[in-house]
């Protein structure tokens, strides 16, 4: 027995350094006498049973296990097979289940040779004592397993693992009074070291203050039970047995004090993994925050672009019944474009800008790329906004033309009406002289006349007719035009040709009359019948002009107005001709009057009175419409000056907002200025645009007044309000773009440690092959860029010499696929710099955070949700917890979660 002794603490012991071979020695000697006494001493056999049997089951727990003695419960194997898996982390051999002794040496045995794989010769330990429950060779066996794997990994300042572990005490004692560590019997009795221990790490558990040194079974059982309950240490120790003992058992006492280092070192571990986790996810929980927000502002842009683009095409395509709509629509839409799209465009240009922002965020961070839901993407908020402008292109040039038209069918309208009322009277006065007319009572002459002036009035119902036909054709384009009166047009036009119809019927019966009384009725008056052929027309062309002095006009230009003053002119150089034809008609009645001595005058219906009425009727309404025709030249007059003077501002404001493009195009910020003064510079270039705003607003109230003045052409300009909006909203994120590049420089210079002259650098290089500066380069050019920098892809280690050119083009390919996913062929600025800031900087990565995990979850392979909540915060422990999937593993037990798929998942590697 003494020599199995001596054999098994040589194999249990840790090698030494060659510079302490002779310490070791007699260390020897010294462990050769304690284990002579250890064998004659009960005391340290019991003491060496209840500490190793509590040891063994502070890891059993973990599978559910509890031995009473260590002599009995490994007889079996199984426990003690269960014991090594705990603590080496993998899977020993299969268990025989069998009851036989065969079957329990065979367990035993199996669980020795592991032990033995580790490097420790077990002399004299063989599995048929460890079946027969032998006390001694079986506390010597769980000492060797403690040596191997609870002792031998201390290493303190090169030490053995012994003088490792009682270097580690002495140091963390040293500022205690009353403790002097030496070691692991003596030096612990009176459990003020225990105590010091736990307060040197654990202040707040210990009141080293208060205790005392003759007080060493309250010390002792004070220290074991803190220990217990706060650091999960459960006793191994009987502290009346320690401070009745002379000398405690050393391997008793090693044990319990390496359950503190590595509860300690553990804690140490897990604090700084808990920081790096928090860590993590506070970057992951911001860009989480920032994506919702932005899911959130790309919804309510979608939702209130497609509720305006019906509202816009409402607006074009629904016809107004007035003037008065179109003008309030114009109105609207001016209030829109001023007023309610303006927020909308900033509200864009953020959403751009944030989404940038937070691209660059997750690029330096190592996460993968945010990907919007369907729908969100910036190109579908781009050609949601193209629609947008589109729909908007032309709407007020809809509303100006809906304007004219509707000015053109009230002139329509309101010349229908004349035309209709002078039809009207003029057929209700003709069919009251065909009821009136008393044949009968007529003797030849007045037949005669009758019948030659119904051979007269065909003329006068031929010119009546084309009157009709007029009235006709006005009311089928009105109606075509979708008038608002549509319907009363139509009515009284169909009223017209009824009451021509009845005209006709009335003058058919009329003629008949005459034939069947001509033979009664021969003599015609020649004279009356000159008069009415001369008198007819005449007061025809008397009619005619009334209504051409009495026809209202709209006119645009001056030109339109003097052209109708030229046909004005015209028609008063033809007055003195129809005034001789008057004075004919005169003197013709005159000339009937004498020869004539009774009746009327069967031709015509006409007097001269009434002609003379009519004559100095007409000469009262050439002045006015001389006046009338002089008000719209002034009229015109104005308004082409008003044009001019929005040509002005316009054409100015146009070569403006060219000069600010030109600006900022030509990059006058110059290539000396730092990137904070770029970003001051373009800050100033943007008030300097806002400075400007009066001037844009001086030209929407003129634009206002053109349209309330409804001038619809501008000769002096090519201008329109439209487009120099458009170029104004153009300026304005030409500036906004520009700046969050620069702003998007500084983040990557500051996030990635890279000093601004390699910023430069990569900038010069990127603008030396964007020879059409769009900002963009195509792969060639891009490839030359790298080289240009010193970065050649086709000279990669991985390379053969012999390549192929495909093969060789490989290392591109896949820089390709990191700057240009799509293959569009184009490399984007912001692109570039991503991909060099990558190639210049280091970034944490998913195998980190597992490894992190991994030291709070004690080296296994999953973790359980009190193990989280115990480390982390409690706002990230839930964060993960509500994240992680169960653990699958067969190792696993209930309640476990997978840490390893949680950390991929942070990068983008896996889903959850």
Known sequence: TLLYTIKFEQVGSLKMSEKHSSAEESEGEELELTEKEGLLDLAWERQQAKTFTAWCNSHLRKLGIYIESVAQDFRTGVNLIKLLEVISGGEIARLETGKMRIHKVNNVKKALDFVASKGVNLIGIGAEEIVDGNLKMTLGMIWTIILRFAIQDISVEEMSAKEGLLLWCQKKTAPYKNVNVTNFHTSFKDGLAFCALIHRHRPDLIDYNHLRKDNAVYNLQYAFEVAEKELDIPIMLDANDIASTMRPDERAIMTYV????????????????????CKVLNVNQENENLMEEYE????????????????????????????????????????????????????????????NTLQTKLRLSNRPAFLPSEGKLIMDIEQAWDNLETTERGVEHHLMQELIRLERLEHLFARFSQKCDSLAAWITETKSFFKKDNIAECDLNELLGKIKSDDAFDTDMGI?????????????????????????????????NGMWENLLQARTKHREDLEMARETQEKIDGMRLDFAKKANPFNNWLEGAREDLLDMFVCHSIEE???????HEEFKACLPEFHQIFLDIQQMQQDIDVVATFGSNPYTNLEVDSLGTKWNELLQLIPQRDQLLQDALVKEKKKDELRKTFANHANWFANWTAEEQLKISESTMGPDLTLNEQLHYLGE????????????????????????EVIFNNPYCKHTMESLNVSWEELHNSVARQKNAVENQILVRDSKGINEEQVKEMKSAFDHFDKNDDGKLDHFEFRACLVSLGYNVDTEEHLVNNASESERQSDFERVLQMVDPDMTGQVTFQAFMDFMTQEASDMDTAEQIIASFRVLAGDKRYIMPEEIRRELPSHQAEYCIARMSPYEGHDGIPGSLDYMSFATALYGQSDL
Do not use: C
């Open 685 to 708: 270039l943007l008030e300097e645009v806002e400075a400007y705003k009066p001037q844009y607003e001086e030209l929407e109230n003129l634009n206002k007044m053109i349209q309330n």
């Open 561 to 567: 107005v003097n052209s109708l003053v030229t046909v």
């Open 464 to 496: 009546h007719r084309e009157r009709l036909d007029q009235i006709t054709n006005l009311a089928q384009d009105m109606v075509q035009q979708g008038f608002s009166k549509a319907a009363e047009v139509a009515a009284r036009s169909q009223a017209m």
């Open 258 to 277: 390496s359950s503190y280092y590595h509860a300690f070192a553990s804690s140490q571990q897990a604090s700084q993994a808990a920081n790096r986790i």
């Open 296 to 355: 959130t502002l790309a919804s309510g842009l979608i939702e209130w672009i497609e509720h305006m683009i019906p509202w816009i095409d409402q607006m074009r395509e629904q016809r107004a019944s007035s003037k008065a709509e179109v003008k309030a629509r114009l109105e609207e839409f001016r209030t829109y474009r001023l007023t309610v799209k303006p927020p909308k465009t900033e509200e864009k240009g953020k959403l751009i800008t944030d989404y």
